[in-house]
């Protein structure tokens, strides 16, 4: 799918995150400046969460969102700075990765890789211009 402007990139985020449910974990991918925190912005604005910011330096930001008067939380993780997979040892990652009561989004998964679950929602945004992007969603299992 397309996105030309920040508003279709809102609007795509709000009808994804109608369909999530705790215990999902959504892989981000994309380059650098492609729009994967803007994106996840958006999916927090979705749950009423309204102050966002890159998890680059932190690794992980845990946001309180709510869904239909529940309880929704979002760890959102930046693995960017991980130069070896075993880093992922040093933080809680069975919570982020495997949650039971929360989403979980993950940028630079790969860095990871050996201890990401199996059934992981991929999302991939392409940069296509300044302001397009290209974005597809796959399930995996």
């Avoid at 705790?22 to 729009?35: F, R, T």
């Avoid at 700075?81 to 929360?102: G, W």
Wanted: charged share 30%.
């Amino acid at each position: 799918m397309r996105i030309n402007s920040l508003k279709e990139m809102e609007d795509f985020a709000f009808d994804f995150s109608k369909k999530l449910k705790k215990g999902q974990v959504v892989n981000l991918i994309g380059e650098m400046g492609s729009g994967k925190t803007t994106f996840v912005s958006f999916v927090c604005k979705y749950f009423g969460i309204s102050n966002t910011s890159s998890p680059t330096f932190a690794i992980v930001n845990i946001y309180n969102g709510e869904k239909q008067g529940e309880d929704f939380p979002i760890y959102h993780l930046d693995l960017y700075r991980f130069e070896d997979p075993d880093e992922i040892l040093d933080i809680d990652f069975e919570n982020y990765f495997y949650p039971e009561d929360a989403v979980t989004f993950l940028e630079w998964a790969d860095k990871a890789e050996d201890y990401l679950p199996d059934d992981m929602i991929e999302v991939n945004i392409e940069k296509i211009d300044e302001n397009a992007r290209e974005i597809s969603v796959k399930f995996l299992d």
